[in-house]
């Protein structure tokens, strides 16, 4: 998350630059995935209030383009071990299992430098995909 604004929408950055934004990316357009997932420290690091119903965010590639808006439908902040197989599902990344969502959550979450464990709270956010701009070609 970040407090950069493109037209008056906060951004949403999706995943890490690269090839896992590439494809998460891919996954919303597809209206695949419609929920992602974030630490509530990170949001306390960049002083950053959480995103709220109604709010439409601006989805941006690797350059900060824009490339769709989303809508927060709902919001949740639960502790890591709380989270259900319904958002799991939600966020469309392949996930077979929940066990196989925490996994791939916390070994992101680890890469990045972060300890999360059974009581880490995370933010839970549904969208809906509302508009798309032009992104160029995909690969």
């Not at 995943?15 to 420290?41: C, F, H, S, V, Y």
């Not at 196989?100 to 972060?114: K, V």
Request: charged share 30%; glycine share 8%.
């Amino acid at each position: 998350m970040t407090l950069d604004e493109i037209d008056g929408l906060r951004i949403l950055e999706i995943g890490t630059p690269g090839e896992m934004r590439q494809r998460l990316n891919g996954l919303i357009l597809d209206q695949r995935k419609r929920a992602t997932a974030g630490l509530l420290l990170d949001y306390v690091r960049v002083d950053e209030e959480l995103e709220f119903v109604g709010e439409r965010l601006a989805l941006v590639d690797d350059d900060q383009r824009r490339i769709a808006i989303v809508e927060v439908v709902q919001i949740d902040t639960v502790p890591f071990g709380e989270v259900s197989w319904k958002f799991a599902q939600a966020e469309g990344e392949g996930f077979e299992t929940l066990e196989e969502w925490r996994e791939g959550h916390l070994r992101f979450w680890t890469s990045l430098g972060d300890v999360v464990d059974d009581l880490t709270p995370v933010v839970l956010i549904w969208f809906e995909l509302v508009a798309t701009s032009d992104p160029g070609p995909r690969s």
